[in-house]
Structure formats: structure tokens, C-alpha cells
């Protein structure tokens, strides 16, 4: 269902937009803490490892116990009502573009809207789309869930009128370069892997083992999620590190801090400091969140599009669900 097809004809566009925005909601509640320690991982300049005394973060459990410890239970959701704007807005503005432009590839070219190839150039588009759309609450969640105790935003609308005053509003947009070189190849494979999962399984299990249907969705999502993010990971890693540029104060007990003119300085400075290995640090939470996330985005958004197919035609989506 994820996609424009010509058979079903059953989920409008703003349906796929109220779809993907509570796909969205849901999915950023649960995966809130695989992503605050993914960013404290990728901010850290000291390597990740219990064998650097200097290095607040070692590896996972470590990082959860010593967040817990220091900043409560709270802190595995800091900078959650930006990230939901955040997810809500993506969810909405990704899936109503994707939906949009499979469908236009239908009508308007001799391509097959399902073909995984389309999946993948429509993905990478929508996922442009909805990130330019959403990148300043993307650069608000980065700080807030970057800063340390005491804090130095108090609420959303302090670290907006903040970021205005002292550093502009070009500021809500740092990060946006490798962000959009990013998210077109992550998002593509995202969606282009997930149809070809999706086809590979429809031929795997035979007809009368499908009812399965939701646990296919997740696994297919989770699968293609890990496979996504591990090829275009360091790129998330570059934007993170520019977004928190201006705001080194608020990560002085965090370990070291680097300014950055530029995604190539950025990139210069993390291979001659850190080494290769600088450029997928947090890569393990990052791998457990993509997985998470991805595979419930789908899941949420089939689901969801199936609730409202099923209020369109109840009996349409019973022989369906049978």
C-alpha cells in the first residue's frame, strides 16, 4: 500500500499525509531515547571507548545508565515536542509527495508505479521535500536534546526567539547541505528496499501463509531501515555536528567541542582527529533506531492506511484483511 497503485485506488493524498503524520507520532515516542543517545554518540569528539578516560560515553548500556543517573528519566526524551513537530510534519509531507509522485510517474510515463526503481528516485524527492519543510524543528531537537545541565534553552519558544536574537535565522537551517545529499540515497533505498522486500516475500510465502500481513510490514521496514542508514550514515553524522555550531558552551561537560566553517572542514577536521572510524561514531544506537523506526513507520502507515480503507469500505477490506 505504501505507494501509488493503480489496482487499489483506495488512499487519497491528504489520507496518506493524515497517515504518515500518525505513523509518525507514534513511532517518535517509542524510538525518543535510541535517538538522544545517537546524538550524544555523534557530538562526542573523544573516541567511544572505556580505554579513553577522557570520554563521557563508552557504548550503549553505559550511556544509559550514566544518563539516567545524571539527568532522569526525562532526559531519554529531551527536545521530544520539537521532535514531534518534527515527525508529525515529515510523516505527513514525505508520504503525501511519495503517494503524489508515484502516481504522477503512472500517468504521466511508460514506468510502472510499483517498480522499485521509481520507489527509490520518488523516495529520495519526497524525503528532499518534507526535509526542507521540516529542518528547523530538526535543528531544534538536535539542541535540545545536545544540551547538558543547567540547561540552556528553557522551552521551545525560548530556544526559538534565542537562536533568532543571537545567531539569526540562518541558524535553523545549518546542517541543511548534508542533510539534503543525505536523505535522497537514505530515503530511496528506504522506500525502493522495502518494495523489493515486500515482492521478495510475496513470492517466499505462499498465499494461504499470508496472514501475517502487519509482522511482514515491521520485518520488511526494519530490514530496510538497516540497510539504508548504513550506507549514508556518516552524512547524519556531518549534520549533527554542524547543527550544534554556536551552542559549543551548552557541550563544555560533554568533553571536548570543534567549530566548523563548513561540511568539508567538518569532514577534514573529523578524519584528522578521529580517524575513519570518527565518521560512524554512534552508528550502533543509530542501526537500533533505524531498525525500530523504520520498520514501525511502515507498520503504523499500512496499518493506519488499512483503518481508513476499512471506514471507506468495510467489506472491501474484510475479504482483504481474510
Excluded at 545508565?65 to 510534519?89: C, M, N, T
Excluded at 514525505?94 to 514506468?111: D, G, I, P, R
Excluded at 521551545?156 to 545549518?174: I, K
Amino acid at each position: 500500500m505504501v505507494g501509488y497503485d493503480p489496482e487499489a485506488k483506495c488512499v487519497s493524498t491528504v489520507e496518506a499525509a493524515a497517515a504518515g503524520s500518525a505513523s509518525g507520532l507514534v513511532t517518535r515516542v517509542l524510538v525518543s531515547p535510541l535517538d538522544v543517545i545517537k546524538i550524544r554518540f555523534q557530538l562526542q569528539i573523544e573516541q567511544l571507548s572505556s580505554r579513553n578516560p577522557g570520554a563521557k560515553y563508552h557504548g550503549i548500556l553505559q550511556a544509559v545508565q550514566r544518563i539516567f543517573r545524571e539527568e532522569g528519566l526525562v532526559a531519554f526524551w529531551k527536545g521530544h515536542v520539537p521532535a514531534q513537530f518534527l515527525s508529525v510534519g515529515y510523516g505527513a509531507v514525505q508520504f503525501m509527495a511519495f503517494e503524489s509522485l508515484t502516481k504522477l510517474v503512472h500517468n504521466v510515463t511508460s514506468y510502472d508505479a510499483r517498480d522499485s526503481f521509481v520507489h527509490f528516485v520518488c523516495g529520495g524527492l519526497a524525503a528532499c521535500t518534507a526535509t526542507v519543510a521540516v529542518q528547523p524543528v530538526d535543528t531544534l531537537r538536535t539542541r535540545f536534546a545536545a544540551q547538558g545541565e543547567p540547561k540552556v534553552y528553557r522551552n521551545l519558544r525560548h530556544a526559538v526567539m534565542t537562536m533568532y536574537q543571537t545567531e539569526g535565522p540562518r541558524t535553523f537551517y545549518r546542517g541543511l547541505s548534508p542533510t539534503i545529499i543525505a536523505i535522497f540515497p537514505y530515503a530511496g533505498l528506504q522506500f525502493s528496499f522495502y518494495n523489493i522486500l515486500q515482492q521478495f516475500s510475496e513470492w517466499v510465502i505462499p498465499a494461504e501463509g499470508k496472514k501475517g500481513g502487519n509482522i511482514k510490514n515491521l520485518a520488511c521496514g526494519s530490514c530496510a531501515g538497516i540497510i539504508s542508514k548504513t550506507l549514508t550514515y556518516p552524512f547524519d553524522l556531518f549534520k549533527k555536528r554542524l547543527q550544534v555550531g554556536g551552542f559549543e558552551h551548552a557541550r563544555a561537560a560533554f568533553g571536548q567541542v570543534r567549530m566548523y566553517r563548513g561540511l568539508l572542514d567538518c569532514i577534514r577536521q573529523i578524519m584528522r582527529e578521529e580517524g575513519p572510524g570518527g565518521f560512524f561514531k554512534g552508528l550502533s544506537p543509530s542501526l537500533l533506531k533505524a531498525a525500530v523506526s523504520t520498520g514501525l513507520i511502515f507498520f503504523w502507515y499500512e496499518l493506519f492506511c488499512s483503518l481508513l480503507c476499512a471506514l471507506k469500505n468495510p467489506d472491501s477490506a474484510a475479504r482483504k484483511e481474510g
